[in-house]
């Protein structure tokens, strides 16, 4: 007989397992579920959130994949600033000008919808 805790759905359960006539596994729930963990708290965003004039904005839903360019950086137009991850393809969010970058508004791992404000530049 073994216990084990098991998440399914953010719902958590504790089993028993014990090993059946046949080595066939029954699996009987031991308690009512327990409340999920609290998601932790998102990171905080640069603190000149939306500083700069001209907005970099995601194209398509997904999860912020990488930052290219940190606050400060000179860019040219086209090069990557964020990777946004959307349905396993790796999309770069490119500067559509010339500039420095003056605020990154994700975070790696954050979920956005299209039209998401990323970053800014002046």
């Given at each position: 007989?073994?216990?084990?805790?098991?998440?399914?759905?953010?719902?958590?359960?504790?089993?028993?397992?014990?090993?059946?006539?046949?080595?066939?596994?029954?699996?009987?729930?031991?308690?009512?579920?327990?409340?999920?963990?609290?998601?932790?708290?998102?990171?905080?965003k640069?603190?000149?959130?939306?500083?700069?004039?001209?907005?970099?904005?995601?194209?398509?839903?997904?999860?912020?994949?990488?930052?290219?360019?940190n606050?400060?950086?000179?860019?040219?137009?086209?090069?990557?600033?964020?990777?946004?991850?959307a349905?396993?393809?790796?999309?770069?969010?490119?500067?559509?000008?010339?500039?420095?970058?003056?605020?990154?508004?994700?975070?790696?791992?954050?979920?956005?919808?299209?039209?998401?404000?990323?970053?800014?530049?002046n």
């Open positions: 007989m073994k216990n084990y805790t098991i998440t399914v759905n953010g719902n958590t359960y504790d089993v028993t397992v014990e090993e059946g006539a046949g080595g066939a596994v029954a699996a009987a729930p031991k308690a009512a579920p327990k409340a999920a963990p609290k998601a932790a708290a998102p990171a905080p640069a603190a000149s959130a939306g500083a700069g004039s001209v907005r970099i904005e995601a194209g398509a839903a997904g999860k912020v994949f990488k930052i290219e360019k606050v400060g950086d000179a860019v040219k137009k086209g090069d990557a600033v964020v990777i946004v991850e349905m396993k393809m790796e999309i770069p969010v490119v500067a559509p000008s010339d500039g420095t970058v003056a605020s990154i508004d994700c975070v790696v791992g954050d979920p956005v919808e299209a039209g998401a404000l990323l970053a800014t530049l």
